[in-house]
């Protein structure tokens, strides 16, 4: 565990080596998706559920919501703070950019 937390901390997206009870450990999900929010897309998916996990993947990821549980990406808050997340991160990205055009929630 401590070498896969390593790994992804540096390379996020080396989750997706990781045995498939690494990849539902919320730790080292989160640590993946801080490093690389597109680590998101290896997590466990009962991992997809917890809201500060898709946040810290959404900030530099856009696809994040669209991997989102079904019951996040219809709580209108939720998205919109996602939403914001992201573009706080990314000031010269607009709402209608890849990732985020035509994005189904």
């Known amino acids: 565990r401590d070498v896969v937390l390593c790994a992804v901390s540096?390379?996020?997206s080396a989750l997706s080596?990781?045995?498939v009870k690494l990849k539902a450990d919320k730790e080292l999900a989160m640590a993946a998706v801080c490093a690389r929010g597109e680590a998101l897309r290896h997590v466990?998916?009962?991992l997809l559920r917890d809201r500060a996990l898709i946040l810290a993947a959404a900030r530099t990821w856009s696809g994040a919501l669209s991997l989102a549980a079904p019951?996040?990406?219809s709580d209108q808050d939720f998205v919109c703070h996602a939403m914001q997340s992201y573009f706080s991160q990314t000031p010269d990205v607009a709402p209608t950019d890849e990732?985020?055009?035509g994005m189904s929630l």
Do not use: F, I, Q
Request: aromatic content about 14%.
């Open 17 to 19: 080596y990781a045995d």
């Open 10 to 12: 540096s390379h996020g």
């Open 44 to 46: 466990a998916p009962s």
């Open 71 to 73: 019951e996040l990406r």
């Open 99 to 101: 990732g985020w055009n």
